[in-house]
């Protein structure tokens, strides 16, 4: 972590820092946890917050050349009490959900609104959650990028029929699923929201056609 971290201390770490550049490459990631913090809204308005994370996610693509849009996830941050940050923070929520579909990315865990529905909860102090806090934070990004097991898909003629484990035994706050295909691997370029279920059936489909699907 980064104590008073920006945009370009976050530009100049990942684009810039040799060690951790070379450990990322080596790596070969597929995705990406972009967890925005709100120290830019100390003096930054909302247009200068989305030009700035975009250069940044633009140079995360091309510094890492496997990751791919569809597994990357980008928060909205926690909440902050004291002003200018309390007013500022929730002009930036439409840019940063401008940002995520431009980008073709997902949206991670809204901060903004757990943190500052519970304000007597999880914080340090006025900018920064507690131990449980942190906790908190974990269980929602789990919650945003956990994935069932055991997918299995079936055609039938020109539907495909999916199943797939049950996810509430690990996370009872799941209220359902998405489906997510397309014609190539790794790129879903429909996403479909069949609710709390554990089959889904997508029909309308080519069957000359290959899918690729992901729940």
Do not use: C
């Amino acid at each position: 972590g980064y104590a008073v971290a920006t945009w370009q201390t976050k530009l100049d770490h990942f684009s810039l820092g040799v060690k951790i550049k070379n450990r990322l490459k080596k790596l070969q990631p597929n995705g990406l946890i972009i967890p925005l913090g709100g120290n830019d809204a100390l003096d930054v308005d909302a247009a200068t917050f989305g030009t700035r994370y975009q250069t940044l996610i633009d140079t995360l693509n091309t510094t890492y050349t496997t990751i791919e849009d569809s597994k990357t996830y980008i928060s909205i941050p926690v909440h902050s009490i004291p002003e200018p940050r309390a007013s500022t923070l929730p002009t930036y929520v439409p840019i940063i959900e401008a940002l995520i579909t431009t980008n073709n990315t997902k949206a991670g865990p809204d901060f903004l609104n757990f943190f500052y529905n519970n304000q007597g909860t999880y914080y340090f102090d006025l900018y920064h959650p507690n131990d449980a806090g942190f906790v908190q934070m974990g269980r929602l990004w789990n919650i945003v990028t956990i994935a069932p097991k055991n997918v299995a898909v079936s055609q039938s003629g020109t539907s495909a029929v999916l199943t797939w484990d049950d996810l509430t035994s690990y996370e009872s706050s799941i209220a359902g699923y998405t489906v997510e295909y397309g014609t190539s691997p790794g790129v879903y370029t429909t996403t479909v929201d069949v609710g709390n279920v554990r089959t889904a059936t997508i029909t309308g489909l080519s069957s000359e056609q290959t899918y690729y699907f992901a729940v």
